[in-house]
């Protein structure tokens, strides 16, 4: 009986996590979609450049504190710490956060009215309001309330369709009025999930007079914090670098092509969401068996889901790009079995939950920094001469390159990897259907798309 109760505990909460993802995937490919289509490439490729300043801001806003508070909190409560010092945890990170608002956003606001720069500062605002919300569910990842969590994902996402939706129905759907929108549904998704945190449990500090409990998190955590920084100088270089070595109309492109590869990256954080604290508190109690029990079971539930997903929008992409974006976006078909590459390393690099776990946390700063020298590096070289095809190359050959390295990495500390007989069935059984998905050539794209 305890172990089949301890599994549905856990199918519940994956599940809830799941559906919390698939909603706000779903929401949040939808108003990308009709955002395409409605703006088009050139105008599409704006509001692309002010979301990738989004979520680069969001990771130099958070500057890692939301991996610390998960993982600090994770292994006080699996190693029976005492509930004030997890309180101390959450209290100090968030009061640190609200702080950096006071002084932040005035200042966004004044650069957006009075320069030219209002992009950038939509951009910085927004990214901002992400961050608190990463904050936010942080908390409610620790302390395993994978409902509360699944929120922070969906409701975003719904917020945005529906702008999406009610602006273009009133014919008034441009960037700026969408960048508008979007900061105003952020704003309010931060104060649903103000007044959703355990207060309680929470020992709110004032920075200031909390500072030698801050420096002894960011000492823990000193090594998130420098890969923080790396995520930011790579994060959505490949959008940068379109923008600015590009043309728009190729960030456009890549930008629908994207969507997709977007939504495979929120898949794989709904699943690691659940496996973050359950690992570091199997770490905290010394169960390294479960750790490793946990790993392999992540891996191959990751790779049930995304090899069979990217090799079937590889199969259908040419019926499904014109169909879902408009015939200007077809090129963006010739764009994504590079992208489904990258898709597919993304969801089977599932090791930064050991190296959490474990508090080899230095690990987590070389893959970045590698990370970050090959896509800079990459994206110099391949976009200028391929544009949005080489913008796709240079996040695949950056994601193989960290895949390898981490299990290499993961099998010296833990001695296991994923099952690799099985991933291997999984792509295989997948691409048997590519031609066959093919040679279905139907005169109305809905129905060929259906079929």
């Known amino acids: 009986m305890g172990s089949a109760s301890k599994l549905k505990e856990k199918l519940r909460s994956v599940g809830g996590v799941t559906i ?71 209290g100090s990170l968030l009061g640190l956060r609200l702080a950096v608002g006071i002084v932040v956003l005035p200042l966004l606001v004044w650069m957006g009215l009075g320069t030219r720069n209002i992009y950038l500062a939509a951009g910085l605002g927004l990214g901002f309001l992400m ?19 699944a929120s922070s994902v969906w409701l975003p996402g719904a917020l945005r369709v529906l702008g999406v939706i009610l602006l273009s129905v009133s014919g008034r759907a441009s960037v700026p009025n969408l960048i508008v929108y979007y900061l105003a549904a952020h704003v309010l998704t931060v104060l649903v999930f103000l007044s959703l945190l355990p207060w309680r449990g929470i020992h709110l500090r004032n920075p200031l007079h909390a500072a030698g409990e801050l420096l002894q998190l960011f000492h823990f955590g000193k090594w998130l914090i420098a890969a923080a920084i790396f995520e930011v100088a790579y994060a959505r270089a490949d959008v ?8 728009p109309r190729e960030l456009g492109i890549y930008g629908a092509a994207f969507v997709f590869a977007g939504v495979f990256s929120l898949m794989f954080i709904s699943v690691v969401a659940y496996y973050v604290p359950v690992m570091c508190r199997a770490s905290g109690e010394g169960r390294i068996d479960r750790l490793k029990e946990y790993y392999r079971e992540s891996a191959d539930l990751l790779a049930l889901i995304g090899i069979p997903a990217a090799i079937g929008i590889w199969a259908i992409g040419p019926t499904l790009f014109p169909l879902i974006f408009g015939e200007q976006y077809r090129a963006s078909a010739s764009v994504w079995p ?27 700063t070389l893959v970045t920094l590698g990370t970050m020298v090959a896509n800079l590096l990459l994206c110099f070289l391949l976009v200028p001469r391929y544009g949005a095809l080489g913008a796709a190359w240079t996040v695949a050959i950056g994601q193989i390159l960290c895949l390898v390295f981490c299990w290499v990495v993961v099998y010296r500390l833990i001695g296991v990897i994923p099952n690799l007989v099985r991933i291997g069935y999984y792509l295989g059984c997948s691409l048997i259907f590519v031609p066959i998905v093919r040679s279905i050539s139907i005169p109305m794209p809905k129905l060929s798309l259906g079929i």
């Open 20 to 90: 919390g993802r698939v909603i706000g995937n779903a929401s949040e490919f939808a108003a990308m979609a009709l955002a395409a289509r409605v703006l088009g490439p050139a105008e599409f490729g704006k509001l692309a450049y002010t979301l990738a300043v989004a979520l680069i801001s969001s990771q130099f806003f958070d500057f890692g504190a939301a991996r610390i508070l998960t993982i600090r909190a994770s292994l006080l409560i699996g190693s029976r710490a005492r509930p004030e010092d997890v309180g101390n945890v959450y």
């Open 131 to 149: 961050s608190v919300v990463l904050c936010a569910s942080a908390i409610f990842q620790s302390g395993l309330e994978f409902g509360k969590y």
């Open 240 to 247: 940068l670098a379109l923008r600015f070595l590009g043309t």
């Open 338 to 364: 590079v992208l489904a590459i990258y898709s597919v390393c993304l969801m089977l690099n599932q090791t930064g939950t050991v190296f959490f776990a474990l508090e080899k946390l230095h690990i987590i």
